[in-house]
């Protein structure tokens, strides 16, 4: 079974701990998207949603 990856938009910068975060992607388009597993989320103080599949696939998404 695969792990559910979840996004959420980053409005108040990226931090040292999302970047320094094995388990976050951070992606780039038309705003900053912090990209990581449904577990890991909790960490931060974000709003996430389901990633689907074919962003999984449009982004190279691998966690």
Request: charged letters at 20%; glycine letters at 4%; proline letters at 3%.
């Amino acid at each position: 079974m695969k792990t559910q990856l979840v996004y959420a938009e980053v409005m108040d910068g990226i931090t040292a701990t999302m970047l320094e975060d094995s388990l976050v992607q951070i992606i780039s388009d038309n705003g900053v998207f912090l990209v990581t597993t449904e577990e890991n989320s909790k960490q931060y103080p974000l709003d996430f949603y389901p990633v689907s599949v074919e962003a999984m696939e449009a982004y190279n998404l691998n966690l």
